[in-house]
Nanobody, 114 residues
Framework: VQLQASGGGSVQAGGSLRLTCKAV????????MAWYRQPPGQERELVAD???????DFHDSVRGRFTISRDNVRRTVFLQADNLKPEDTGVYYC?????????WGQGTQVTVSS
């Protein structure tokens, strides 16, 4: 199983980024996909997730600014992050649970300057 994340970068507050994570080695249409982030010096936290049926949920701090979507044909999950704030800065990881095990992408850095 591999999760290939990309799309991070450096933006000013109010800007947008689109994160992408492609899953290899899983039956993608069956899995719940999630994005976590780890701010500097803090614990990793769940940002958003989407079920195999397309139901999504968000951390309170990003609700209304971030959207999560999936393309089962391309085996890819997207995190559209709009109106970014400095507190959104961190390393973003995609995550799945498959076969009773947790798998993480390599992380992509998001830096938001004020």
């Amino acid at each position: 199983v591999q999760l290939q994340a990309s799309g991070g970068g450096s933006v000013q507050a109010g800007g947008s980024l689109r994160l992408t994570c492609k899953a290899v080695g899983v039956n993608f249409s069956l899995v719940r996909m999630a994005w976590y982030r780890q701010p500097p010096g803090q614990e990793r936290e769940l940002v958003a997730d989407i079920t195999r049926d397309g139901m999504s949920d968000f951390h309170d701090s990003v609700r209304g600014r971030f959207t999560i979507s999936r393309d089962n044909v391309r085996r890819t999950v997207f995190l559209q992050a709009d109106n970014l704030k400095p507190e959104d800065t961190g390393v973003y990881y995609c995550h799945i649970t498959w076969g009773g095990r947790a798998f993480w992408g390599q992380g992509t850095q998001v830096t938001v300057s004020s």
